[in-house]
């Protein structure tokens, strides 16, 4: 079973910023370089969306509402990614989930975020 831990989610007012992290602390090294990591966010009603993955070869693909925004990131070492973002918008306020996919996916619990005045 892998593991995804997430956090850094909170409330912040529109143009601020916030860093998400996630780490997958029961994984070895070498199986968490297999994985295409990413996150997700989801609204309530509404399907999980893409918002930026990440291979471990650093290979980055970002949804065009947050590119110029949002900076995915990756430690392979440490097992952990990261979701840099800022100028924020009232309009990502959502669940965000991290994910690990191969020939399986994984989700972590999901850490809110909140953009409003």
């Known amino acids: 079973q892998v593991q995804l831990v997430e956090s850094g989610g909170g409330l912040v007012q529109p143009g601020g910023s916030l860093r998400l992290s996630c780490r997958a602390p029961?994984?070895?090294?070498?199986?968490?370089?297999?994985?295409?990591m990413g996150w997700y966010r989801q609204v309530p009603g509404k399907q999980r969306d893409l918002v930026a993955t990440i291979t471990s070869r650093m290979a980055t693909n970002y949804d065009d509402s947050v590119k110029g925004r949002f900076t995915i990131s990756r430690d392979n070492s440490r097992k952990m990614i990261y979701l840099q973002m800022n100028n924020l918008k009232p309009e990502d306020t959502a669940l965000y989930y991290c994910?690990?996919?191969?020939?399986?996916?994984?989700w972590g619990q999901g850490t809110q975020v909140t953009v409003s005045s």
């Open positions: 029961r994984l070895i090294t070498s199986t968490f370089n297999t994985f295409v």
């Open positions: 994910n690990a996919r191969s020939t399986e996916n994984y």
